[in-house]
Nanobody, 117 residues
């Protein structure tokens, strides 16, 4: 069983920055494939960024060059640095973990990010 707790969401003006963090417990982070998703009101949940131990991070096109996903396996945390935020980045952001050993999928509770002037 893996528990994920997100933090770092909030309100920010367009062009601003936020860093989201996801703390994982109950498993060894290095075997978890970690992703950040987001869901805006009325829209489907979309994949924002993903990272696996030793792998190259991947991003959805709308955030490339603005968002950076990183992981610290020693601290069991994954972060999403978000720069040059736009109103269309407004959403609930979810941390997701896929356990490559068990095939199980886990979600955090989500954290709200609102970009508005």
């Amino acid at each position: 069983q893996v528990q994920l707790v997100e933090s770092g969401g909030g309100d920010v003006q367009p062009g601003g920055s936020l860093t989201l963090s996801c703390a994982a417990s109950g498993s060894i982070l290095r075997r978890l494939f970690m992703r950040w998703y987001r869901q805006a009101p009325g829209l489907q949940r979309e994949l924002v960024a993903s990272i696996f131990t030793g792998g190259t991070p991947t991003y959805t096109g709308s955030v490339k060059g603005r968002f950076t996903i990183s992981r610290d396996n020693a601290k069991n945390t994954v972060s999403l640095q978000m720069n040059s935020l736009k109103p269309e980045d407004t959403a609930v952001y979810y941390c997701n973990a896929y356990d490559t050993y068990t095939g199980s999928n886990y979600w955090g509770q989500g954290t709200q990010v609102t970009v508005s002037s």
